[in-house]
């Protein structure tokens, strides 16, 4: 869980181990990370959410004239960067901010924001907590001389192989020790499938600190593998031809008296709420993949052949489909989002699978029958007959799936699916006009 720093915890902190730059981030449409650094002596300034920033050159926040923004520091979120240091010992600080804009109002662009609303109608509809866990992976590739990321991936190791095969295992292991001085609590480590391919797991916890926790795990990633002379990308499909990179998001709901999602007595273990729940999650997954997977380039993870699900499904006993319910029992009984990559924004995501999943629960919405069926190996009649549908093929069909779902568009609320939709045409639009290789190799001497 986040700590509950005061105002006192944080100038006294900040005097102790010698900060002299504070770093206020926060995270635009898209799911970049943005910070405004700032001397420590602009400290109280901060602390009093006094600190005004220029919004218009954020990608999907204001026009010019609507420019000055407010960030309020999440005291919370403060924590020292443990690279971040100069020659004479001189630290960085971190502290995660809320977007508000100058009548002092949460603005309706902040993707944070967006995330708090909808873990507010989860509170209003009874449920104290949405737990999440995800298992993020990425690529390390090796720099060039100059400190230019090359195409060449740092080894050829596979699914938990060791060294010499693994030759990324140095790189974690800081990675680790890194993000347990950052207040991670990290569970597990592990070379994946392709060469060159990593990830790592830490605990579960309530969906904003874990929303928070991705953009510092996807910074202290890339920090350190920089330091090795590797550059981290968390790009779904880097490479063709091996596995892409996905972030299974694992979800529970809990009341007062605990999981909801969790009843010993049903096959899977699961409840009726949880059985709403995946209802909502597989009626809205269509318009949930937009914000899922939000690249062009996460499509061509989302390909058969390759681990990742390409079909609105959901079983206990494989892992071709979108939805697994992994073998578990009480507090730890829950879904498993399979289809979710890492280029996502995790505030928006996680409030488009929350809201999907409350609006299952309210209008009781029943899933499919479970496929215990390997899907890949049925065809297109076999999987008509099952009632099992495809996730959208590009990020044009998800982007239309996103338009037309207003359950989805709400838990985000109208300006950032307005913002988000603009900009992801632009980007399918600017991939239209490119020729690739592919298509010289295929078509050039054929026509």
């Known amino acids: 869980m986040a700590k509950e720093y005061t105002k006192d915890d944080i100038r006294t902190m900040i005097a102790e181990e010698n900060v002299e730059f504070l770093r206020l981030t926060f995270t635009d449409v898209l799911g970049a990370i943005k910070n405004v650094e700032v001397p420590v002596s602009q400290l109280e300034e901060v602390l009093n959410n006094d600190l005004m920033f220029d919004g218009s050159s954020i990608e999907g926040f204001v026009r010019i004239n609507e420019s000055d923004m407010y960030l309020y520091p999440d005291l919370s979120t403060f924590l020292i960067f443990p690279w971040a240091t100069d020659s004479e010992g001189h630290q960085v600080a971190r502290i995660i901010c809320d977007v508000y804009t100058k009548d002092r109002e949460p603005f309706a662009g902040d993707p944070r924001h967006a995330l708090r609303v909808a873990l507010d109608e989860a509170h209003k509809a009874g449920f104290t907590k949405f737990n999440v866990g995800t298992e993020p992976e990425f690529f390390l590739f090796k720099l060039d001389e100059k400190g230019n990321p090359t195409m060449e991936l740092n080894d050829r190791g596979g699914y938990f ?68 002379g590797y550059y981290a990308t968390f790009m779904p499909k880097p490479v063709a031809g091996i596995n892409g990179s996905g972030m299974h998001v694992n979800m529970s709901l809990f009341n ?174 600017s991939y239209r006009q490119f020729v690739s290789q592919w298509e010289i190799d295929n078509y050039f001497d054929l026509y």
Do not use: C
Not at 182 to 198: I, K, P, S, T
Not at 379 to 394: F, W
Not at 396 to 423: Q, T, Y
């Open 161 to 228: 192989d060791l060294a010499p095969l693994d030759m990324g295992e140095n790189v974690r292991r800081e990675i680790v020790l890194t993000l347990e001085e950052m207040g991670f609590e990290v569970e597990a480590a592990h070379h994946e499938v392709a060469d060159g391919q990593h990830e790592i797991d830490w605990k579960y916890a309530d969906a904003l600190d874990t929303a928070d926790k991705i953009q510092t795990f996807k910074l202290a990633v890339k920090t350190i593998a920089r330091k090795h």
């Open 256 to 429: 007062k008296d605990g999981n909801v999602f969790a009843d010993a007595s049903d096959e899977y273990g699961l409840s009726e709420t949880a059985y709403h729940f995946l209802g909502g999650l597989l009626s809205h997954a269509p318009a949930i993949t937009a914000l899922a997977d939000p690249t062009v380039n996460s499509y061509k993870r989302l390909t058969p052949g390759f681990e990742a699900p390409v079909y609105i499904a959901w079983s206990a006993s494989n892992r071709s489909p979108m939805v697994r319910v992994p073998v578990a029992e009480g507090n730890g009984t829950r879904l498993e989002l399979r289809s979710v990559d890492p280029t996502a924004n995790p505030y928006t995501a996680l409030a488009a699978m929350l809201t999907a999943g409350l609006n299952g629960i309210k209008e009781k919405l029943e899933p499919s029958a479970s496929v215990d069926k390997n899907i890949y190996l049925m065809d297109e009649e076999e999987r008509r007959r099952a009632g099992i549908k495809d996730l959208p093929d590009t990020l044009l069909d998800a982007l239309e799936a996103l338009a037309n779902d207003s359950v989805v568009v709400e838990s985000i609320g109208h300006h950032i699916a307005g913002k988000f939709i603009e900009a992801k045409k632009i980007e399918y639009s």
